[in-house]
């Protein structure tokens, strides 16, 4: 869960309290290297590839791909975009909307294959939205979507294309993933 989310959501000012580290930041770096081999591999190269990485987690992780993909092609430049979905989602009275997060998309998507970023899939609703918000942007050819965990849960039929790491969880439990590890823990009020 991202910083600022983890600040504003209910328990208002609840702490992460971290129980295991399930990746390192090694291990975070494979996992971005191979979804980055994969991408190539499915779309049979970078031609018409844009990597659009959600606010706030999936940032980060989309920059990174990026570079990744670019060193693998002697330096091609891969668009990356951010998209923040807060007036998308269908819980908008129930989660506060941050204005800090930013959309900046690299041009019409139009006829591009958008690779979606983010750093955990759990219900799939974030997703839904982002799926609503990017029509704004110009009709895509494809839309995958890349996530470092997957942690189940789901409730809407959604499913990742490219996944770090599949990670089982209750439903109660927290996932924090940055560029530095994946930990597991709960949030407790303060």
Do not use: C
Not at 2 to 16: D, I, M, Q, S, V
Not at 29 to 35: E, F, G, P, S, V
Not at 70 to 76: F, V
């Amino acid at each position: 869960m991202a910083e600022r989310e983890r600040k504003l959501t209910p328990p208002r000012g609840g702490a992460f309290v971290p129980r295991v580290q399930v990746l390192s930041a090694a291990d975070v770096h494979r996992a971005l290297t191979r979804i980055a081999h994969e991408i190539v591999e499915r779309n049979r190269g970078l031609e018409d590839v844009v990597v659009v990485g959600l606010q706030t987690g999936g940032v980060p992780l989309a920059y990174r791909i990026g570079q990744i993909l670019g060193e693998m092609h002697d330096g091609a430049h891969v668009p990356v975009g951010t998209l923040d979905v807060a007036f998308y989602r269908d819980d908008i009275g129930i989660r506060p909307v941050l204005p800090e997060a930013s959309t900046e998309i690299p041009g019409d998507l139009a006829g591009t294959v958008v690779i979606l970023v983010d750093d955990v899939l759990f219900t799939g609703r974030t997703i839904r939205a982002a799926l609503n918000a990017l029509s704004d942007f110009g009709r895509a050819r494809s839309v995958q979507l890349a996530v470092m965990v997957d942690r189940g849960h789901r409730e809407l039929p959604i499913r990742p294309d490219y996944v770090g790491k599949n990670l089982p969880t209750r439903f109660d439990e927290q996932v924090d993933v940055s560029l530095d590890g994946v930990v597991l823990g709960d949030v407790v009020p303060r």
